[in-house]
T-cell receptor, first 111, second 111 residues
Framework: DAGVTQSPTHLIKTRGQQVTLRCSPKSGHDTVSWYQQALGQGPQFIFQYYEEEERQRGNFPDRFSGHQFPNYSSELNVNALLLGDSALYLC??????????FGQGTRLTVV | QKEVEQDPGPLSVPEGAIVSLNCTYSNSAFQYFMWYRQYSRKGPELLMYTYSSGNKEDGRFTAQVDKSSKYISLFIRDSQPSDSATYLCAIGVWGNNRLAFGKGNQVVVIP
């Protein structure tokens, strides 16, 4: 079992650009959540996808959007990047109320 | 008031010591509690998952929950240099997949 996999591992983008991050959930998991973790902080919830729909959303602007595919994999899109968007972006998957497992994250640097 | 408070101060202990970490939370609706370990520049790794008051042990790790005081703790016995990492508490509500995280505690175990 490969667990939760994220790609790419690192990314450097310029202010104003758009970025797409990808996540494949752990086998058997159908729910995917995305978190943003700034340096020295705990992860902050962005949104959660289940059955290809956004079910919950944290306090993030509309520049952050996502998608879930029929195979449960997910994408996180961020438009009009700001310097403050530089962070580790984490994907977590779970099934029902079971434990949430995280991927290794994508480190995004906006310059 | 933040949902989850975790004193982020770094903690240095000698090898073999007991490490004690804790979080407090404000919302009595929180029902399940997790502790994650995060190595530098990696994703969080689930250590403990519990949903009832009392103690739960797993090897050298003990998670303690006091719902009446809204206080959770993690104890690491016989600490090893490999335990050096950041420890994050995460709290959730049944039926709501969003996890609320503390800021994390950086622990350094000195050989």
């Amino acid at each position: 079992d490969a667990g939760v996999t994220q790609s790419p591992t690192h990314l450097i983008k310029t202010r104003g650009q758009q970025v797409t991050l990808r996540c494949s959930p752990k086998s058997g998991h159908d729910t995917v959540s995305w978190y943003q973790q700034a340096l020295g902080q705990g992860p902050q919830f962005i949104f959660q996808y289940y059955e290809e729909e956004e079910r919950q959303r944290g306090n993030f602007p509309d520049r952050f959007s996502g998608h879930q595919f029929p195979n449960y994999s997910s994408e996180l899109n961020v438009n009009a990047l700001l310097l403050g968007d530089s962070a580790l972006y984490l994907c977590a998957s779970r099934s029902g109320e079971d434990e949430a497992f995280f991927g290794q994250g994508t480190r995004l640097t906006v310059v | 008031q933040k949902e989850v408070e975790q004193d982020p101060g770094p903690l240095s202990v000698p090898e073999g010591a007991i490490v004690s970490l804790n979080c407090t939370y404000s919302n009595s609706a929180f029902q399940y509690f997790m502790w994650y370990r995060q190595y530098s520049r990696k994703g969080p790794e689930l250590l403990m998952y519990t949903y009832s008051s009392g103690n739960k042990e797993d090897g050298r790790f003990t998670a303690q929950v006091d719902k009446s005081s809204k206080y959770i703790s993690l104890f690491i016995r016989d600490s090893q240099p490999s335990d050096s990492a950041t420890y994050l508490c995460a709290i959730g509500v049944w039926g709501n997949n969003r996890l609320a995280f503390g800021k994390g505690n950086q622990v350094v175990v000195i050989p």
